[in-house]
């Protein structure tokens, strides 16, 4: 019964190489978002989609494209990763952008 | 420029012991302010989400104030426990613009027994 889930839980990987993440959500919310915490553990919100549409798009390298399935799912490739990729990925939903947000257990991405 | 300013950065207190986090923002125009706590290794976990009229929220241990002429809020944490050893998130929400949500850096709180 798992309110949002994200996998892989722990990813290492060199650089160069393309790795996707992925993320689900059961609670039937309409926005979904993606997130990068980096080491000094600050939040920074990367995207955001509402009902499979893009409404959010921070200043995030386009080498991050996140693609969304269906309102349940919201995936998060990577292209050509970098040392500076290496962060833990927070997954999140809601109902709607200014709900209270669901986030998921994290993705620790490390780039050797 | 919209900033979410969080203090103490790190606070450790003795288990049983209150204390108070605060959180001031230049969010505007303001919608709404939310309180998150974050277990090392876990997603943030939403404690409170206050809007403009609300002046004060509680759940549980925790209670958040809002005051929104002077743009600062508060977390109160009542006879602390070990488990409330965790990072404390504020995180402002805009009606408008292309970043409706500012994040504070959060304050790391240790409890100790």
């Known amino acids: 019964d798992t309110a949002v889930s994200q996998t892989p839980k722990y990813l290492v990987t060199q650089m160069g190489n393309d790795k996707s993440i992925k993320c689900e959500q059961n609670?039937?919310?309409?926005?979904m978002y993606w997130y990068k915490q980096d080491s000094k553990k600050f939040l920074k919100i990367m995207f955001s989609y509402n009902n499979k549409e893009l409404i959010i798009n921070e200043t995030v390298p386009n080498r991050f494209s996140p693609k969304s399935p269906d309102k349940a799912h919201l995936n998060l490739h990577i292209n050509s990763l970098e040392l500076g990729d290496s962060a833990v990925y927070f997954c999140a939903s809601s109902y709607g952008t200014f709900d209270e947000q669901y986030f998921g257990p994290g993705t620790r991405l490390t780039v050797t | 420029k919209n900033q979410v300013e969080q203090s103490p950065q790190s606070l450790i207190i003795l288990e049983g012991k209150n204390c108070t986090l605060q959180c001031n923002y230049t969010v505007s125009p303001f919608s709404n302010l939310r309180w998150y706590k974050q277990d090392t290794g876990r997603g943030p976990v939403s404690l409170t989400i206050?809007?403009?009229?609300?002046n004060t929220k509680s759940n549980g241990r925790y209670t958040a104030t809002l005051d929104a002429d002077t743009k600062q809020s508060s977390l109160h944490i009542t006879a602390s426990q070990l488990s409330d050893s965790a990072s404390y998130i504020c995180?402002?929400?805009?009606?408008?613009?292309?970043?409706?949500?500012?994040f504070g850096k959060g304050t790391r709180l240790s409890v100790i027994a």
């Open positions: 995180v402002v929400s805009a009606l408008s613009g292309n970043t409706p949500l500012v």
């Open positions: 609670l039937g919310h309409d926005t």
């Open positions: 206050m809007t403009f009229s609300e």
